[in-house]
């Protein structure tokens, strides 16, 4: 199934639902940080996560960062997501491994670590952006970001993400997102309704793995509760806008100095792209051009 997102409401507008297959993507990015599983699994579902998140904005060009640190041997992690269905994101280890939890899934939450927060960033491309900070729950990122939700936006939440990888890659990655709306959040009946529902839940990877759609797992949980699927299906994918180009601004901002030395000793410049991981090589030339560059705008 390819990578997509679509809509649908119920509950005569009361009850809001997003769903994310992020499979492609999530394998996307193992193989290019050369991520362990338990690394995968964490990145995969924030990005499942990120997604979702910024699927409720309406400007164009919106976007929603999510950085989770936690006291775990991950370290942490930072996702960018757009309402144009683009995400991108990296974790601070992605070698480090961990048994199997207690339930034989693998440990996201130990390697996150329980300590630490989830800070999110809603960016609708003028003014300021909006962010909010709360603590992590269980370092297992679904919870926490429900968490976040039910906290910061006030908005009865329950959000499922899953990542099922085994020795060849990515087996299956993607989420689930409900929501009350704010005038219907009176209606505790409907609350209760969608918390048991989901609580019957034993995650997203095994809806898809048993060959559900996004369709069919709406149909499952709210087709008795007026479900409308919005026909708009959004295609989503891993990318990155970095550029030598970019490289080259940022490098424009360490000054004159700076850069004659590293012509000088290194004879070229070299970096790489924490959210997606690509090696940029400057050579000696294009220094020696930024400094002309430079000292043309001066004059």
Request: aromatic letters at 4%; a negative charge.
């Amino acid at each position: 199934m390819a990578d997509q997102l679509i809509r649908a409401t119920a509950a005569e507008g009361g009850i809001r639902a997003v769903g994310v297959i992020t499979s492609r993507l999530t394998e996307e990015a193992r193989r290019k940080h050369k991520l362990s599983s338990v690394a995968t699994a964490a990145l995969g579902r924030a990005m499942s996560s990120g997604l979702l998140l910024v699927s409720s904005m309406k400007k164009e060009g919106s976007r929603v960062n999510i950085r989770i640190k936690g006291n775990g041997a991950l370290g942490g992690l930072l996702v960018d997501a757009g309402l144009d269905g683009t995400v991108r994101g990296y974790v601070e280890n992605p070698s480090i491994e961990l048994p199997l939890n207690d339930q034989g899934k693998l440990d996201v939450g130990g390697a996150i670590g329980k300590d630490g927060y989830v800070y999110v960033v809603r960016d609708v491309g003028y003014g300021y952006p909006y962010s909010s900070t709360v603590e992590l729950v269980s370092g297992e990122i679904g919870e926490d970001i429900t968490h976040y939700l039910v906290n910061s936006e006030q908005t009865p939440s329950a959000l499922l993400v899953g990542v099922l990888v085994d020795h060849q890659g990515v087996v299956a990655s993607g989420g689930l997102l409900l929501q009350v709306m704010p005038k219907a959040a009176r209606d505790e009946s409907l609350v209760e309704i969608l918390e048991s529902r989901v609580s019957k839940l034993s995650g997203f990877t095994p809806l898809l793995q048993a060959g559900n759609t996004l369709p069919q797992i709406f149909e499952e949980l709210l087709g008795d509760l007026g479900l409308n699927i919005l026909p708009e299906i959004s295609m989503v994918r891993f990318s990155c806008k970095c550029s030598s180009e970019r490289l080259l601004s940022a490098l424009k901002l360490l000054g004159e100095a700076e850069i004659k030395d590293m012509i000088e000793k290194d004879e070229g410049a070299e970096g790489t792209c924490h959210f997606c991981n690509e090696v940029y090589q400057l050579g000696k030339q294009d220094l020696i051009e930024l400094l002309e560059e430079i000292k043309t705008e001066k004059v």
